[in-house]
């Protein structure tokens, strides 16, 4: 059964520092990993999809990386500000015939002012 | 560019009543998900759908039902609402990449 861990659960940083979150799986026969902001009571929004043939995506700030042998990503946020502070979530698709999303519990980040 | 729509955003039930949660998608995707999201338990998997007419169980499917008679449509049905089905509840429509709802929160009192 596909496990996935996300460390910290949480994370104080004061603002313009960079900083990594991380996130770790059981079963590195995954189809693709995505990573997800969630800002208090708000749904998830999609930061960045990594398929599992990719070493890395980049959208701005944020960069992915994906390390499928050793069951590892890492979301890195440069020059961090307090808009930046939500829930991040990592999530592995196995894809198939039900593509299901397996979540980790989440890093609780906040960039202080 | 609406994505994924969930309604209703809010609703208070008192134990036993049924109601149902509505989730629309634009983006012509085969798959789609329910999720209930509560403190210290992350988002655990109701049920889900691989396409029109087909449903599913997932982890925690007790108490909810579900149905897709539309590929753009998937329902999340409380028979007998009881307090522990209390939750923000999130429906996701996937391609390659995932798409989330902004949530309905649920109080059964």
């Known amino acids: 059964k596909q496990e996935v861990t996300q460390i910290p659960a949480a994370l104080s940083v004061p603002e313009g520092e960079n900083l990594v979150l991380n996130c770790s799986f059981t079963d590195s026969a995954i189809y693709n990993l995505q990573w997800f902001r969630q800002d208090p009571g708000k749904g998830l929004t999609s930061l960045l999809l990594?398929?599992?043939?990719?070493r890395e995506q980049t959208s701005g700030r944020l960069n992915a990386s994906l390390d499928k042998s050793s069951g590892r990503s890492t979301l890195y946020i440069a020059a961090s500000q307090p808009g930046d502070s939500a829930t991040y979530l990592c999530?592995?698709?196995?894809?198939?015939?039900?593509?299901?999303?397996?979540f980790g519990t989440g890093t609780l980040l906040a960039v202080q002012p | 560019n609406a994505g994924v729509t969930q309604t209703p955003k809010f609703r208070v039930l008192k134990t036993g009543q049924s109601m149902t949660l509505l989730c629309a998608q634009d983006m012509n995707h085969e798959y789609m998900y329910w999720y209930r999201q509560d403190p210290g338990m992350g988002l655990r998997l109701i049920h889900y759908s691989v396409g029109e007419g087909t449903t599913a169980k997932g982890e925690v499917p007790d108490g909810y039902n579900v149905s897709r008679l539309k590929k753009q449509n998937f329902l999340l049905g409380l028979e007998s609402a009881a307090p522990s089905q209390t939750s923000v509840y999130f429906c996701a429509s996937k391609g390659t990449e995932a798409f989330f709802g902004q949530g309905t929160r649920l109080t059964v009192v």
């Open positions: 999530a592995v698709s196995k894809g198939g015939a039900t593509n299901k999303l397996i």
């Open positions: 990594i398929q599992s043939s990719q």
